[in-house]
Each structure stands twice: as structure tokens, then as C-alpha cells.
């Protein structure tokens, strides 16, 4: 039981330190909607297992839960859509409906998902 324990302090430690890092070192920004795309997808994975992480050290509640795993079943909706948008669009960047609603969604997702880190980040 304390091996478990200590696994998930120490993947707590990683998630917060790789979430930290992502903000402070110089990477590559993704600039393609199908790039945005793929971020925002990585980053949902991400928060998910933060939010697991955090209820079994006991840091939130099953509320908080709820209402993360919410966020995160709907952003997963949502860049669903903006992907479909975009592909119907043939995969281009120029300025059609399809390619500007996908990026109004991934916008949004953006938004969201940059929320739900801040609350993680402060328990």
C-alpha cells in the first residue's frame, strides 16, 4: 500500500513538473489546426491522470472529480468536431468556414482545458 502511495506522489511530481516545464522551456507551438489539435488531445490525457493523481492523495474531492472528467469528456467532443471540420476542409489552412469554426472550437477547448490546469495546479 506504501508502494502504491509513493508511485502516485512521485507521478504527481512528473505530471506537475512536465505540465510546469511545458510553460517555461522553449518548444515548438503548434500552429496547424491538426497541431492544435493533437496538443489539446495530449494535454486532456495529461489532465486526466493529474485529476485521478490528486483525488487518491486526497487533494480534491469527488465533486471536483466529476466536474474535471465533465470538462474533459466534453473537450474530447469538441476536438472531435474541430477535427472533423478540419478534415472536411482537406486538411488546409486557409480561411473557410470549416477551417474557421475548427478554430473557434479549439479556441474554446484552449480556454477550458487552460482553466481546469489553473484549479489543478493550485491544489
Not at 64 to 78: C, E, I, W, Y
Not at 98 to 107: D, G, K, P, R, Y
Not at 110 to 122: A, I
Request: proline content about 2%.
Amino acid at each position: 500500500m506504501k508502494n502504491v502511495k509513493f508511485l502516485s506522489i512521485i507521478l504527481f511530481a512528473f505530471m506537475v513538473f512536465s505540465v510546469m516545464s511545458c510553460s517555461t522551456l522553449t518548444t515548438v507551438t503548434p500552429q496547424t489546426p491538426k497541431e492544435k489539435i493533437y496538443a489539446l488531445n495530449g494535454l486532456v490525457t495529461s489532465l486526466a491522470q493529474t485529476t485521478l493523481t490528486l483525488y487518491q492523495n486526497g487533494k480534491i474531492t469527488k465533486s471536483d472529480v466529476a466536474t474535471a472528467f465533465k470538462t474533459l469528456n466534453t473537450a474530447s467532443v469538441m476536438l472531435d468536431q474541430a477535427s472533423a471540420l478540419y478534415y472536411a476542409a482537406g486538411n488546409s489552412t486557409s480561411n473557410s468556414t470549416s477551417v474557421t469554426n475548427a478554430q473557434l472550437i479549439i479556441t474554446e477547448v484552449t480556454t477550458s482545458l487552460t482553466q481546469l490546469q489553473t484549479f489543478l495546479s493550485s491544489k
